[in-house]
């Protein structure tokens, strides 16, 4: 598998051509080094290409374009079941988490890939572009969308960052005009929607989910709307943080991601554990369909896809900063 490395005063990442995925992230801190992504355990020993590239290699960053994959229900939330008529849209996160992509240029601060998409895309081309940020322990990305004709499409970024062992030691802090639980995962009696992450309904209460892991371990799914600042996050047994940002203009969802060894078969086998923290312009993981349609997100003013355009790409931005505390 090809891939890139940089190295540069506050860190080194690695970066393969598999979905474009930031597989290692080191960053150099006043107190130590700190790893902020996870990495599953299985990474670098599967080549099989059947299994779905990002899950080949899933770790720290990818992206998803068109986001999600359709396939879902909602049982208990009839403004949600009434949209998911579409099967599965192929490949879940499209072809930008599947395909390897090709290196076009790199050095020890910078390096950009690219991925053409198939003729019958709306999506012409795509091309990400990491950079070490001079003098600091950070990483900037900017993905640029080309089209081939005007079109509204699902597109979501993908970091993942590792759990602690211990419950309720990483702190998260977010500012959000709603959040909603996943549709698939809501649970009569409970609520669908919240104000806090530290009261997010769950099993005929609330669950935390500003202090994770949560526990009992749990695999759970929350989107928050209308995302107003980065999102800080603290690891409050090591002295070490992340800032997430994004452009949120474009992005104005944040989707959590919380799995902690819940899924099973291969290559999974109960062995992963993660805080996938999704900036999106999509409704949850739903088929690109429901996401640029109407639905009970865009309806309240919140925007579920980006528009593209061939005159000029779109130009999507975020960040990934680490810090002691």
Same mark, same amino acid.
């Given at each position: 598998?090809?891939?890139?490395?940089?190295?540069?005063?506050?860190?080194?990442?690695?970066?393969?051509?598999?979905?474009?995925?930031?597989?290692?992230?080191?960053?150099?801190?006043?107190?130590?080094?700190?790893?902020?992504?996870?990495?599953? +355990?299985?990474? &670098? @020993? /599967?080549?099989? *290409?059947?299994?779905?590239?990002?899950?080949?290699?899933? $770790? !720290? %960053?990818?992206?998803?374009?068109?986001?999600?994959?359709?396939?879902?229900?909602?049982?208990?939330?009839?403004?949600?079941?009434?949209?998911?008529?579409? +099967?599965?849209? &192929? @490949? /879940?996160?499209? *072809?930008?988490?599947?395909?390897?992509?090709?290196?076009? $240029? !790199? %050095?020890?601060?910078?390096?950009?890939?690219?991925?053409?998409?198939?003729?019958?895309?709306?999506?012409?081309?795509?091309?990400?572009?990491?950079?070490?940020?001079?003098?600091?322990?950070?990483?900037?990305?900017?993905?640029?969308?080309?089209?081939?004709?005007?079109?509204?499409?699902?597109?979501?970024?993908?970091?993942?960052?590792?759990?602690?062992?211990?419950?309720?030691?990483?702190?998260?802090?977010?500012?959000?005009?709603?959040?909603?639980?996943?549709?698939?995962?809501?649970?009569?009696?409970?609520?669908?929607?919240?104000?806090?992450?530290?009261?997010?309904?769950?099993?005929?209460?609330?669950?935390?989910?500003?202090?994770?892991?949560?526990?009992?371990?749990?695999?759970?799914?929350?989107?928050?709307?209308?995302?107003?600042?980065?999102?800080?996050?603290?690891?409050?047994?090591?002295?070490?943080?992340?800032?997430?940002?994004?452009?949120?203009?474009?992005?104005?969802?944040?989707?959590?991601?919380?799995?902690?060894?819940?899924?099973?078969?291969?290559?999974?086998?109960?062995?992963?554990?993660?805080?996938?923290?999704?900036?999106?312009?999509?409704?949850?993981?739903?088929?690109?369909?429901?996401?640029?349609?109407?639905?009970?997100?865009?309806?309240?003013?919140?925007?579920?896809?980006?528009?593209?355009?061939?005159?000029?790409?779109?130009?999507?931005?975020?960040?990934?900063?680490?810090?002691?505390?």
């Amino acid at each position: 598998m090809k891939s890139h490395q940089l190295r540069w005063s506050h860190g080194e990442a690695t970066i393969v051509a598999t979905a474009c995925t930031v597989t290692d992230l080191t960053f150099n801190l006043p107190n130590g080094p700190f790893k902020p992504f996870a990495r599953a +355990p299985w990474v &670098g @020993t /599967i080549d099989d *290409p059947a299994v779905t590239g990002h899950l080949r290699v899933l $770790s !720290g %960053d990818f992206v998803g374009l068109p986001f999600g994959t359709g396939g879902r229900t909602a049982p208990n939330l009839p403004e949600w079941s009434s949209l998911m008529t579409q +099967p599965a849209n &192929g @490949t /879940i996160h499209g *072809p930008s988490a599947h395909e390897d992509w090709t290196l076009v $240029s !790199g %050095d020890d601060n910078s390096v950009t890939w690219a991925l053409d998409y198939e003729a019958h895309s709306v999506v012409r081309r795509l091309e990400r572009t990491i950079t070490a940020r001079d003098g600091a322990p950070a990483l900037d990305f900017t993905l640029k969308v080309f089209a081939r004709h005007e079109a509204p499409i699902s597109c979501g970024l993908h970091p993942n960052f590792r759990l602690p062992e211990t419950p309720g030691r990483l702190e998260l802090d977010v500012g959000f005009a709603f959040g909603l639980t996943h549709p698939g995962r809501t649970a009569s009696p409970d609520t669908h929607e919240f104000a806090s992450l530290a009261a997010v309904p769950k099993d005929g209460g609330h669950v935390d989910f500003s202090h994770l892991p949560l526990a009992p371990r749990t695999d759970y799914n929350v989107q928050l709307c209308g995302v107003t600042t980065p999102l800080t996050g603290k690891y409050l047994d090591e002295g070490v943080g992340f800032e997430l940002d994004w452009d949120r203009t474009l992005l104005p969802t944040l989707m959590f991601w919380h799995t902690d060894g819940g899924i099973g078969g291969e290559p999974w086998n109960g062995s992963f554990r993660a805080l996938g923290c999704e900036p999106l312009a999509a409704a949850f993981d739903f088929h690109t369909d429901v996401s640029t349609g109407p639905n009970p997100i865009n309806r309240r003013g919140v925007q579920t896809w980006i528009d593209i355009d061939p005159a000029q790409p779109v130009e999507i931005r975020h960040s990934v900063r680490g810090f002691n505390t």
